[in-house]
């Protein structure tokens, strides 16, 4: 396990974002940044989501805790289980109406598991790109 990077000597690269402005244009919302802190997190939310469906919040949240939904640290609750559904729906993992837009995302991927390379390359889509996520997934899946 590394506990120490040294960055001192490394190249600096920008990465690409939108203004505000820009994003509350393409998506027509107030805000752009989703305040989700853990891959895990956002990976096993989604990974119930294909599995079980979305109902309501309620029972949503009850089926997370049923699973013993792993949390990072804070344990879950309705709200941050709705934060988390709509990270993914700022992603475009997830319609507006809940439902998974790419079932072969996080595939092999089970709750339980940690964070895999297969993993963080559809987070690396979702962060250092500027193009939807539906673009993204299509050349990922190419």
Excluded at 10 to 33: A, D, M, N, Q, T
Excluded at 108 to 134: R, T
Aim: charged share 25%.
């Amino acid at each position: 396990m590394i506990s120490y990077i040294d960055l001192s000597n490394s190249s600096c690269k920008p990465l690409p974002y939108r203004k505000e402005e820009e994003y509350r244009f393409i998506v027509s919302k107030g805000w752009s940044f989703s305040n989700v802190y853990h891959f895990s997190e956002i990976r096993n939310i989604f990974l119930l989501l294909k599995r079980f469906g979305f109902n309501n919040l309620k029972e949503f949240t009850k089926i997370c805790l049923d699973n013993n939904l792993p949390s990072e640290k804070t344990d879950w609750n309705e709200r941050r289980i709705l934060e988390h559904i709509n990270a993914l729906k700022n992603f475009g993992l997830v319609s507006e109406n809940n439902k998974i837009i790419d079932l072969t995302l996080f595939g092999s991927s089970k709750v339980i598991d940690p964070i895999s390379e297969a993993d963080l390359v559809v987070f690396k889509k979702i962060f250092c790109h500027g193009s939807s996520i539906q673009i993204r997934i299509k050349e990922m899946n190419s």
